[in-house]
Every structure is written in structure tokens, then in C-alpha cells.
């Protein structure tokens, strides 16, 4: 089924909005809070309406990508979707439940920036690696790209588009990797050379091909 993609900055993040042909849509990470109003605007520009938005699939639950998952179910009825390894930081706000033990400064930094009770939520299912998801709306299947946190996942469509959140982000030094754990990103990279990945879309920065992908590799 053809689809578009459109991409929204919603706080420094970004989100992507996927329309399929039949008038159903898909949203791929929600941004952070205070980016609400510029995605609220170009959702509505792009037609979704309460029960057109299927489906939220959160790539991590980091405040920059959850800001506005449960005031958009509360608005246009969509589901929200995660790994289950980032349902405790999706509950608590607190990043520090979905990652390997940090350091005390990180600790205080993500106590700090801990999401408030209002943008706290539960997901209405999870999903595991390559579940497919063309019930709601989307030829793609899950790929879970654990690294950045335990349950960062990507979704990859049947046409080769990837979005992969922050496991690799492509920003104007080039391309790389998402802070965490590395040899969890390591086996995430393996796994990625296996895929027929054509375009890639990051939670930070611009779209890139494949082959700036395979250049990565090298230089990695």
C-alpha cells in the first residue's frame, strides 16, 4: 500500500507522520512536550482527525519522544505502542529505568528532566521484534535496535524505509551513533547490515541512504 512521510520537528526531535492510501495515518515518536503545538498544527494540516491516527509507535521512552504520546490518545483516540523493556520509564518519566546503571551525574541529569505526571503513560500494547504492523494502517514490522536503551526498536517498512530513532542520528558533523551501550549497538548494527533498508529516518537530524550507512560501517 502506498504511502507518504512526513516529517515534523516537534522539539528538537524528529516525528514522522506516515498517511497511508485509505486515509489512516501512523505517527512515529511524539516529540517533547514544548514541541506540541507545531505537531498539533501540522497533523491537522495533514487531515488526521480523531480515529484516523491509528497508532503511536514510540521508538524509546525518552521525554523527547514521548512528550506528547498520551495528550494525542487523549485527542484523536490512537493507540500507543513500545517495547516492553521502556514501559517503566514510559510510567515513571524517568529514562533512567530503560538504560544499564549510569554514573551519578547522568543519574541527576535524567532525575531532572524526568517527565511530569501529565505526560506519563502506559502503552495500550507492546511489540516485538518483527511484528508486523499492517493491521494499523502500515506494510512495516518492528525491529527491535537495542543500544541507546534495552527496547529501542525501528520500524521498517515493505518499501525500505527505516526509522530507527536514536540509534543512529545524522547530524552536521555526519553520522553516528546514539549515546548507550555498545556492544548492544554492535549486535544492532549486525543486525541492520542484514535488512533491505534503503532510507534511513532519525530521531535527530536529516534522512540519509544506505549507502551513507555503509560508509559508516567502514569508517566505524
Same mark, same amino acid.
Given at each position: ?30 516529540? /517533547?512536550?514544548?514541541?506540541? &503545538?507545531?505537531?498539533?498544527?501540522? %497533523? ?5 482527525? @480523531?480515529?484516523?491516527?491509528? !497508532?503511536?509507535? /514510540? ?20 493507540? /500507543? ?5 521502556? /514501559? ?7 529514562? %533512567? ?7 551519578? %551525574? ?10 511530569? =505526571? ?27 535496535? =537495542?543500544?541507546?536503551?534495552? &527496547? ?24 553516528? !551513533?546514539?549515546?548507550?551501550? =555498545? ?5 544492532? !548494527?549486525?543486525?541492520?547490515?542484514? %535488512? ?5 529516518? @532519525?530521531?535527530?537530524?536529516? @534522512? ?13
Amino acid at each position: 500500500m502506498p504511502y507518504e512521510i512526513k516529517t515534523i520537528n516537534a522539539g528538537g526531535v524528529n516525528c514522522y507522520l506516515v498517511a497511508g492510501s485509505d486515509g489512516r495515518f501512523v505517527l512515529i515518536d511524539s516529540g /517533547i512536550s514544548f514541541g506540541r &503545538g507545531r505537531l498539533v498544527k501540522t %497533523l491537522e494540516n495533514a487531515g488526521v482527525q @480523531p480515529g484516523s491516527l491509528r !497508532l503511536i509507535v /514510540i521508538t524509546h521512552a525518552d521525554p523527547d519522544h514521548t512528550g506528547s504520546a498520551a495528550f494525542l490518545r487523549r485527542k484523536y483516540g490512537a493507540k /500507543i505502542t513500545m517495547h516492553a523493556a521502556e /514501559i517503566r520509564a514510559a510510567e515513571s518519566g524517568n529514562s %533512567l529505568y530503560n538504560r544499564k546503571p549510569q554514573a551519578f %551525574l547522568t543519574r541527576l541529569i535524567f532525575s531532572l528532566t524526568a517527565v511530569g =505526571p501529565a505526560n506519563r503513560f502506559r502503552p495500550d500494547f507492546t511489540v516485538v521484534d518483527g511484528q508486523d504492523l499492517s493491521e494499523y494502517g502500515l506494510d512495516a514490522q518492528v525491529v527491535h535496535l =537495542p543500544g541507546h536503551t534495552f &527496547g529501542e526498536l525501528g520500524v521498517l517498512t515493505t518499501q525500505g524505509d527505516l526509522f530507527c530513532g536514536d540509534m543512529l542520528m545524522h547530524e552536521k558533523t555526519g553520522l553516528r !551513533l546514539g549515546y548507550g551501550n =555498545p556492544a548492544d549497538f554492535h549486535a544492532s !548494527l549486525e543486525k541492520l547490515k542484514a %535488512l533491505p533498508v534503503k532510507t534511513f529516518y @532519525p530521531g535527530h537530524g536529516q @534522512p540519509f541512504s544506505v549507502e551513507v550507512f555503509r560508509k559508516f560501517l567502514v569508517d566505524f
